[in-house]
C-alpha cells in the first residue's frame, strides 16, 4: 500500500475519533450543565474547555501531517516525513486525554447520580418511619 494513501486512512481515522469522542464530551457537558453549581469548578471548566482544546490539537495535528505528507509527495523525501509523525501524535494524545477525561468524569457523574437517589430515598424512608417512632415513644 503507498504511503500516501497509508498516512490519509490514519489522519482520517484520528480525526473520526476526535470528532466521536469530542461528541461525548459536549453531550455529557450539556447533560450536567444545570448541575454546575454541584461539580467542582474545574470539572465544569473541564467539560466546557476540553472539547474545544482537543479539537484544536487534533486539527493541528491533521494539518502538520497532511502538509507532511503534501511535501513527500512532492519531493519523495522520508526526512519529511518526521512532522507527519509529529501531527499523528499530537492528534492521538489529544484523542487520548478527551476519552480518558470522558471515561473518568462519566462514572464520577454517574456515582454522584446513584448517591444523591440513595440519599433521597433513605431520606424518604426515614421520614415514613419517623411518626411511628415518635408515637412509640410517647407510649
Given at each position: 500500500?503507498?504511503?500516501?494513501?497509508?498516512?490519509?486512512?490514519?489522519?482520517?481515522?484520528?480525526?473520526?475519533?476526535?470528532?466521536?469522542?469530542?461528541?461525548?464530551?459536549?453531550?455529557?457537558?450539556?447533560?450536567?450543565r444545570?448541575?454546575?453549581?454541584?461539580?467542582?469548578?474545574?470539572v465544569?471548566?473541564?467539560?466546557?474547555?476540553?472539547?474545544?482544546?482537543?479539537?484544536?490539537?487534533?486539527?493541528?495535528?491533521?494539518?502538520?501531517?497532511?502538509?507532511?505528507?503534501?511535501?513527500?509527495?512532492?519531493?519523495?523525501?522520508?526526512?519529511?516525513?518526521?512532522?507527519?509523525?509529529?501531527?499523528?501524535?499530537?492528534?492521538?494524545?489529544?484523542?487520548?486525554?478527551a476519552?480518558?477525561?470522558?471515561?473518568?468524569?462519566?462514572?464520577?457523574?454517574?456515582?454522584t447520580?446513584?448517591?444523591d437517589?440513595?440519599?433521597?430515598?433513605?431520606?424518604?424512608?426515614?421520614?415514613?418511619?419517623?411518626?411511628?417512632?415518635?408515637?412509640?415513644?410517647?407510649?
Amino acid at each position: 500500500m503507498n504511503i500516501l494513501v497509508m498516512g490519509h486512512l490514519l489522519l482520517g481515522f484520528l480525526t473520526a475519533v476526535a470528532i466521536l469522542v469530542n461528541l461525548q464530551l459536549v453531550r455529557l457537558g450539556r447533560r450536567y450543565r444545570s448541575q454546575h453549581e454541584m461539580l467542582p469548578p474545574a470539572v465544569a471548566s473541564l467539560l466546557i474547555w476540553l472539547p474545544l482544546a482537543a479539537a484544536v490539537m487534533v486539527a493541528g495535528g491533521v494539518a502538520l501531517g497532511e502538509s507532511s505528507l503534501l511535501s513527500y509527495h512532492d519531493a519523495q523525501d522520508v526526512g519529511e516525513l518526521s512532522w507527519f509523525v509529529v501531527g499523528a501524535c499530537l492528534s492521538i494524545f489529544a484523542d487520548l486525554c478527551a476519552a480518558m477525561t470522558w471515561i473518568t468524569v462519566r462514572e464520577a457523574l454517574k456515582v454522584t447520580d446513584a448517591t444523591d437517589d440513595l440519599e433521597t430515598a433513605l431520606v424518604s424512608l426515614g421520614s415514613q418511619d419517623m411518626p411511628s417512632v415518635i408515637e412509640r415513644d410517647e407510649q
